[in-house]
Protein backbone atom coordinates (compact mmCIF):
# COMPACT_ATOMS: atom_id res chain seq x y z
CA UNK A 1 0.00 0.00 0.00
CA UNK A 2 1.63 3.63 -0.91
CA UNK A 3 -0.17 5.59 2.07
CA UNK A 4 -0.27 9.40 0.29
CA UNK A 5 -1.12 12.28 2.97
CA UNK A 6 -1.92 15.31 1.49
CA UNK A 7 -3.28 18.99 3.39
CA UNK A 8 -6.31 18.96 2.63
CA UNK A 9 -9.31 16.54 0.53
CA UNK A 10 -9.22 19.36 -2.52
CA UNK A 11 -5.28 18.36 -2.60
CA UNK A 12 -6.36 14.38 -2.49
CA UNK A 13 -9.12 15.25 -5.33
CA UNK A 14 -6.52 16.57 -7.75
CA UNK A 15 -4.00 13.96 -6.98
CA UNK A 16 -6.19 11.49 -7.90
CA UNK A 17 -7.69 13.40 -11.09
CA UNK A 18 -4.40 13.45 -12.36
CA UNK A 19 -4.07 9.89 -11.49
CA UNK A 20 -7.26 9.30 -13.69
CA UNK A 21 -6.15 11.90 -16.34
CA UNK A 22 -2.93 9.86 -17.12
CA UNK A 23 -4.67 6.51 -17.20
CA UNK A 24 -7.48 7.47 -19.57
CA UNK A 25 -5.07 9.53 -21.51
CA UNK A 26 -2.63 5.98 -22.05
CA UNK A 27 -5.91 4.22 -22.41
CA UNK A 28 -9.24 6.17 -23.56
CA UNK A 29 -10.93 2.59 -23.55
CA UNK A 30 -9.58 1.88 -19.97
CA UNK A 31 -12.39 0.67 -17.57
CA UNK A 32 -12.90 2.83 -13.77
CA UNK A 33 -14.51 1.62 -10.84
CA UNK A 34 -16.69 4.33 -9.07
CA UNK A 35 -18.10 4.70 -5.88
CA UNK A 36 -20.52 7.03 -4.62
CA UNK A 37 -21.05 8.83 -0.82
CA UNK A 38 -19.21 12.51 0.01
CA UNK A 39 -15.23 11.24 -0.51
CA UNK A 40 -15.78 10.71 -3.72
CA UNK A 41 -17.73 14.38 -4.50
CA UNK A 42 -14.86 16.32 -4.80
CA UNK A 43 -13.05 13.80 -7.19
CA UNK A 44 -15.79 13.95 -9.25
CA UNK A 45 -15.72 17.87 -9.37
CA UNK A 46 -11.91 17.74 -10.49
CA UNK A 47 -12.84 15.21 -13.30
CA UNK A 48 -15.20 17.49 -14.86
CA UNK A 49 -12.90 20.96 -14.50
CA UNK A 50 -10.21 18.47 -16.57
CA UNK A 51 -12.75 17.36 -18.96
CA UNK A 52 -14.17 21.34 -19.21
CA UNK A 53 -10.38 22.53 -19.23
CA UNK A 54 -8.13 20.09 -20.20
CA UNK A 55 -9.90 17.83 -22.76
CA UNK A 56 -10.34 14.77 -20.73
CA UNK A 57 -13.06 12.80 -22.94
CA UNK A 58 -14.13 9.98 -21.27
CA UNK A 59 -16.45 9.03 -24.72
CA UNK A 60 -14.42 5.61 -24.94
CA UNK A 61 -14.20 4.97 -20.92
CA UNK A 62 -16.50 1.74 -19.54
CA UNK A 63 -17.98 2.66 -15.73
CA UNK A 64 -18.92 0.26 -13.32
CA UNK A 65 -20.01 1.20 -9.91
CA UNK A 66 -20.20 -0.11 -6.37
CA UNK A 67 -23.34 -0.94 -5.00
CA UNK A 68 -27.01 0.06 -5.26
CA UNK A 69 -29.55 0.27 -2.90
CA UNK A 70 -32.35 -2.22 -3.48
CA UNK A 71 -36.21 -0.97 -4.07
CA UNK A 72 -34.84 2.42 -5.33
CA UNK A 73 -35.45 3.09 -8.68
CA UNK A 74 -32.51 4.67 -11.26
CA UNK A 75 -34.95 8.33 -11.09
CA UNK A 76 -35.15 8.24 -7.24
CA UNK A 77 -32.83 10.84 -5.91
CA UNK A 78 -30.76 9.06 -3.70
CA UNK A 79 -30.46 6.15 -6.01
CA UNK A 80 -27.03 5.92 -6.86
CA UNK A 81 -27.80 5.48 -10.37
CA UNK A 82 -29.19 8.99 -10.40
CA UNK A 83 -26.20 10.12 -7.76
CA UNK A 84 -23.82 9.17 -10.58
CA UNK A 85 -25.79 10.95 -13.43
CA UNK A 86 -25.92 14.39 -11.62
CA UNK A 87 -22.69 14.29 -9.65
CA UNK A 88 -20.50 13.42 -12.90
CA UNK A 89 -22.09 11.60 -16.03
CA UNK A 90 -24.23 14.48 -17.18
CA UNK A 91 -21.16 17.25 -16.85
CA UNK A 92 -18.83 14.63 -18.76
CA UNK A 93 -18.88 12.91 -22.30
CA UNK A 94 -19.47 9.58 -21.19
CA UNK A 95 -21.57 7.07 -22.75
CA UNK A 96 -24.33 6.48 -20.89
CA UNK A 97 -24.63 2.74 -22.04
CA UNK A 98 -20.99 2.50 -21.29
CA UNK A 99 -21.70 3.23 -17.17
CA UNK A 100 -22.66 0.30 -14.92
CA UNK A 101 -24.84 0.62 -12.01
CA UNK A 102 -26.37 -2.85 -10.44
CA UNK A 103 -29.84 -2.35 -11.04
CA UNK A 104 -31.77 -2.02 -7.61
CA UNK A 105 -35.23 -2.61 -8.65
CA UNK A 106 -34.32 -5.98 -10.75
CA UNK A 107 -36.87 -8.93 -10.40
CA UNK A 108 -33.91 -11.86 -9.51
CA UNK A 109 -31.44 -9.72 -7.62
CA UNK A 110 -29.25 -13.69 -7.71
CA UNK A 111 -29.22 -12.73 -11.81
CA UNK A 112 -28.47 -9.32 -11.63
CA UNK A 113 -25.51 -10.01 -9.19
CA UNK A 114 -23.87 -12.48 -11.81
CA UNK A 115 -24.64 -10.55 -14.68
CA UNK A 116 -23.33 -8.20 -13.38
CA UNK A 117 -19.74 -10.02 -12.44
CA UNK A 118 -20.13 -11.15 -16.01
CA UNK A 119 -20.55 -8.08 -17.37
CA UNK A 120 -17.24 -6.55 -15.34
CA UNK A 121 -15.25 -9.64 -16.75
CA UNK A 122 -16.68 -9.38 -20.26
CA UNK A 123 -15.41 -5.55 -20.17
CA UNK A 124 -11.92 -7.11 -19.53
CA UNK A 125 -11.79 -5.90 -15.71
CA UNK A 126 -11.52 -3.08 -13.80
CA UNK A 127 -7.89 -0.93 -14.62
CA UNK A 128 -8.97 1.65 -11.68
CA UNK A 129 -11.12 1.14 -8.73
CA UNK A 130 -11.81 4.34 -6.61
CA UNK A 131 -13.31 3.89 -3.28
CA UNK A 132 -14.36 5.73 -0.07
CA UNK A 133 -14.44 4.06 3.36
CA UNK A 134 -17.87 3.31 5.54
CA UNK A 135 -17.33 4.15 9.42
CA UNK A 136 -17.38 0.39 10.30
CA UNK A 137 -14.71 -0.48 7.53
CA UNK A 138 -17.02 -0.88 4.85
CA UNK A 139 -15.75 -0.93 1.05
CA UNK A 140 -18.57 -1.06 -1.30
CA UNK A 141 -21.64 -2.13 0.92
CA UNK A 142 -19.34 -4.94 2.35
CA UNK A 143 -20.04 -4.77 5.94
CA UNK A 144 -17.97 -6.12 8.75
CA UNK A 145 -18.01 -10.51 8.75
CA UNK A 146 -18.80 -9.89 4.39
CA UNK A 147 -16.36 -12.63 3.25
CA UNK A 148 -13.39 -11.84 1.99
CA UNK A 149 -13.71 -13.35 -0.81
CA UNK A 150 -17.17 -12.44 -1.84
CA UNK A 151 -18.66 -11.35 -5.43
CA UNK A 152 -21.31 -9.22 -6.35
CA UNK A 153 -24.57 -10.27 -4.10
CA UNK A 154 -27.19 -8.53 -2.17
CA UNK A 155 -25.81 -7.61 1.48
CA UNK A 156 -27.75 -6.23 4.83
CA UNK A 157 -26.80 -2.70 5.76
CA UNK A 158 -25.27 -2.69 9.31
CA UNK A 159 -27.02 -0.09 11.63
CA UNK A 160 -24.22 2.22 11.40
CA UNK A 161 -24.02 2.69 7.96
CA UNK A 162 -28.09 3.33 8.01
CA UNK A 163 -27.35 6.10 10.77
CA UNK A 164 -24.17 7.47 8.54
CA UNK A 165 -25.99 7.36 5.42
CA UNK A 166 -29.60 8.99 6.69
CA UNK A 167 -28.44 12.15 6.08
CA UNK A 168 -29.20 11.67 2.45
CA UNK A 169 -32.97 11.02 3.47
CA UNK A 170 -35.80 12.39 4.98
CA UNK A 171 -35.20 10.10 7.59
CA UNK A 172 -32.95 7.42 8.81
CA UNK A 173 -36.23 4.92 8.22
CA UNK A 174 -36.30 5.95 4.55
CA UNK A 175 -33.18 4.35 3.95
CA UNK A 176 -33.21 1.03 2.33
CA UNK A 177 -32.08 -1.85 4.60
CA UNK A 178 -30.69 -4.28 1.66
CA UNK A 179 -28.29 -3.06 -1.31
CA UNK A 180 -26.43 -5.30 -4.22
CA UNK A 181 -22.69 -4.62 -3.38
CA UNK A 182 -19.48 -5.89 -5.32
CA UNK A 183 -18.20 -7.95 -3.08
CA UNK A 184 -14.50 -7.94 -1.64
CA UNK A 185 -13.31 -10.54 -3.79
CA UNK A 186 -14.42 -8.28 -6.76
CA UNK A 187 -12.30 -5.45 -5.68
CA UNK A 188 -9.33 -7.44 -5.09
CA UNK A 189 -9.29 -8.95 -8.87
CA UNK A 190 -9.05 -4.49 -9.99
CA UNK A 191 -6.19 -3.82 -11.47
CA UNK A 192 -5.04 -0.44 -8.90
CA UNK A 193 -7.15 0.96 -6.28
CA UNK A 194 -7.93 4.52 -5.24
CA UNK A 195 -8.98 4.54 -1.48
CA UNK A 196 -9.73 7.89 -0.73
CA UNK A 197 -10.85 8.93 3.28
CA UNK A 198 -11.32 12.88 4.47
CA UNK A 199 -12.01 13.93 7.82
CA UNK A 200 -11.77 13.29 11.75
CA UNK A 201 -14.10 10.92 11.46
CA UNK A 202 -12.70 8.10 9.45
CA UNK A 203 -9.03 8.35 11.82
CA UNK A 204 -10.04 4.93 13.47
CA UNK A 205 -11.13 3.02 10.58
CA UNK A 206 -8.11 4.15 8.51
CA UNK A 207 -5.69 3.10 11.03
CA UNK A 208 -7.64 -0.08 11.35
CA UNK A 209 -8.10 -0.86 7.91
CA UNK A 210 -4.31 0.05 7.24
CA UNK A 211 -2.00 -0.83 10.12
CA UNK A 212 -4.51 -3.67 12.09
CA UNK A 213 -4.72 -7.15 11.12
CA UNK A 214 -6.38 -8.57 7.67
CA UNK A 215 -9.85 -9.74 9.39
CA UNK A 216 -13.91 -9.40 7.65
CA UNK A 217 -14.57 -7.23 11.00
CA UNK A 218 -12.78 -4.53 8.58
CA UNK A 219 -13.22 -5.02 5.34
CA UNK A 220 -11.19 -2.18 3.37
CA UNK A 221 -8.18 -4.34 5.44
CA UNK A 222 -8.44 -6.46 2.84
CA UNK A 223 -7.30 -4.07 0.55
CA UNK A 224 -3.45 -4.90 2.57
CA UNK A 225 -3.86 -7.76 -0.11
CA UNK A 226 -3.75 -5.96 -3.28
CA UNK A 227 -0.92 -5.58 -4.80
CA UNK A 228 -1.54 -1.73 -6.63
CA UNK A 229 -3.59 0.36 -3.75
CA UNK A 230 -2.77 4.03 -3.23
CA UNK A 231 -4.50 5.09 0.10
CA UNK A 232 -4.72 9.34 -0.16
CA UNK A 233 -5.75 10.99 2.87
CA UNK A 234 -6.43 14.14 4.37
CA UNK A 235 -3.86 15.41 7.57
CA UNK A 236 -6.83 14.78 9.63
CA UNK A 237 -8.27 11.19 8.12
CA UNK A 238 -4.56 10.10 9.40
CA UNK A 239 -4.22 11.74 11.99
CA UNK A 240 -4.04 8.03 14.00
CA UNK A 241 -1.88 6.15 12.04
CA UNK A 242 1.15 5.18 14.00
CA UNK A 243 3.66 5.17 11.15
CA UNK A 244 2.40 8.55 9.94
CA UNK A 245 5.89 10.33 9.89
CA UNK A 246 7.53 6.90 7.60
CA UNK A 247 4.89 7.54 5.22
CA UNK A 248 5.07 10.90 4.38
CA UNK A 249 9.05 10.38 4.58
CA UNK A 250 8.46 7.72 1.42
CA UNK A 251 6.39 10.17 -0.40
CA UNK A 252 8.16 12.70 -0.25
CA UNK A 253 11.11 10.76 -1.50
CA UNK A 254 9.56 8.87 -4.01
CA UNK A 255 11.42 8.51 -7.07
CA UNK A 256 10.66 10.09 -10.09
CA UNK A 257 8.35 8.06 -12.46
P1 LIG B 1 -18.88 8.70 2.68
O1 LIG B 1 -19.15 7.12 2.64
O2 LIG B 1 -17.99 8.98 1.53
O3 LIG B 1 -20.22 9.32 2.50
O4 LIG B 1 -18.23 8.98 4.00
C1 LIG B 1 -18.09 6.27 2.37
C2 LIG B 1 -18.60 4.86 2.28
O5 LIG B 1 -19.62 4.54 2.91
O6 LIG B 1 -17.98 4.05 1.57
Avoid: W
Avoid at 61 to 80: A, M, Q, R, W
Avoid at 230 to 235: A, G, Q, S, Y
Amino acid sequence: MEIIILPSKEDCAKLGGQLIFNLVKGNPECVLGLATGSTPVPLYEELIRLHKEDNLSFSNVTSFNLDEYIGLSKNHPCSYRYFMQEQLFNSVDINFNSTHVPNGLADDIQVECEAYEQSILDAGGIDLQILGIGSDGHIGFNEPCSSLSSRTRMKTLTGETIKDNARFFESENDVPRHCITMGVGTILDTKSVLLFAFGEGKSDVISKAIEGPISSMVPASALQLHPKVKVILDEPAASKLVNIDYYKEVYANRPSS
